[in-house]
């Protein structure tokens, strides 16, 4: 694939949106949330996105009657790729996917292999992550796979730096000794990944290890001086989602086994959204379509309907909009989730029976989320998306504008359809108010129930900025408002 915007997501987990717009795969928003460092399209390279650039450059003429093969052609493709994202940094951390011994992943790791050579010792250093297994019925960890990953790399000439090691038993002495027997690295670079209760806190195992001044020597590097512990926000963070004072529960609309990867980036913003409150938010995924819905909303202190694409389950998370538009439960919709929080005022509050989006119902007679002309001209699904960043205009007085403090601010998106203008007033008349705008397109990015304890919906995908040292403002405010429901 040359990006994962037309895969699946139950297969793949969600499509992470970078600002300047590129559909990429998760490992990016965990990037973003630990590093606090915006991703953008170059920082991700996929098999497709080389072969299609060198097969384009092959047929232009490019390589002047050459025979393209895989070194040097494809692997100089790769080595490009990993400088293009270096001006400006100090760093470049390129994470190659798969496992050792793949097919697909030869030409990267042969690429990363050329890398040292070309940058000089002291300049590249090779992290290799590995699982080291537990037996149940003998008790012990195997160590086995991780010398045959290591002799495979070894084979392909990359001589690993440091082993990082999942485990889920700690990882002794003696074994560390044998694995760096085994692996040929020096002892202190064995290192334990544990399994641990929130993955905000693998950093803290890490420097417990002294991996920082590992890499910092391995690359001949100084730490910025002055600074004692730069992890010290880090670990007040995993503290408080370590040792939470309260707790609140929060349905989301969709089942379990859609959501966990599906939207990483999702789940991991309500965490941040408890934080400050240290509070943790307990997660219920409803089944909309399962008879017993009320049932499951009984103990819930806010609901969240997230984006999403096809109509399963539509209708039920309509209903759970007026649930909670009805109960006064704060309600926050996100996409699709707005799309809902639309389709819902139009049909119980303005009267427009059958009311829907054109995606689900193409002939209503009230298309309140609708294509917008200039997208109904296009015919080709891959290029209609709203795909990225866009400015946002927050009405002066509106929850959206004391919640972010802020005249405008700049939110991803990834969607085709738009809230219907023609709507809008009846819309705004029933209660229902537009109170973000992107002016230039006159698109109705944000909308917010009257006469509601709590209830934003938005066009955008918040959760994509949020962060563990920032957490966005609508998730912390969302989880403040459910708390204060339950109490
Ligand atoms: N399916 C809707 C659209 O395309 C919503 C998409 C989403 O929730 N990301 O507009």
Sequence with gaps: NVDPGTMNPYQHGEVFVTEDGAETDLDLGHYERFLNVKMHRHNNTTTGQIYDEVINQERQGKFLGKTVQVIPHITNAIKERIRRVAPGKDVVITEIGGTVGDIESLPFLEAIRQFKIDCGTGNVLYVHVTLIPYLKSSEELKTKPTQHSVGKLREIGIEPDLLVCRTERPLDLPMREKMALFCNVPVKQIIAAPDVSTI?????????????QILLSILRLRSPSGKKDGLADWRKMVQAIKFPKRKVSIAIAGK?????????????????GGIEQEA???????????????????????ILVPGGFGDRGIEGKIAVVKYAREHKIPFLGICLGMQCAVIETARNLCGMTGAHSTEFNPKTRYPVIDLIPEQRKLKNLGGTMRLGA???????????????????????????????NIYRKKLESAGLKVTGIYTKGKLAEIVELKDHPWFVAVQFHPELQSTPLYPHPLFSSFVRASMEHSS
Excluded at 280 to 302: A, R, T
Excluded at 394 to 411: C, D, P, Q, T, W
């Design 200 to 212: 905000y806190e693998v950093p803290l195992k890490f420097a417990e290890q002294g991996v920082d």
């Design 390 to 420: 866009y400015p946002c205009r927050l009405s002066a007085g509106s929850r959206a504008r004391a919640i972010y403090r802020r005249e405008s601010v700049n939110e991803r998106h990834r969607h085709r359809y738009e809230l219907n």
């Design 280 to 302: 943790h938010v307990d997660i219920h995924y409803l089944d909309v379509s399962h008879p017993d819905l009320w049932d499951q909303l009984k103990n819930v202190s806010g």
């Design 256 to 272: 379990y086994i859609e959501l966990k990867d599906s939207y990483k980036s999702l789940i991991e913003a309500l965490i941040h």
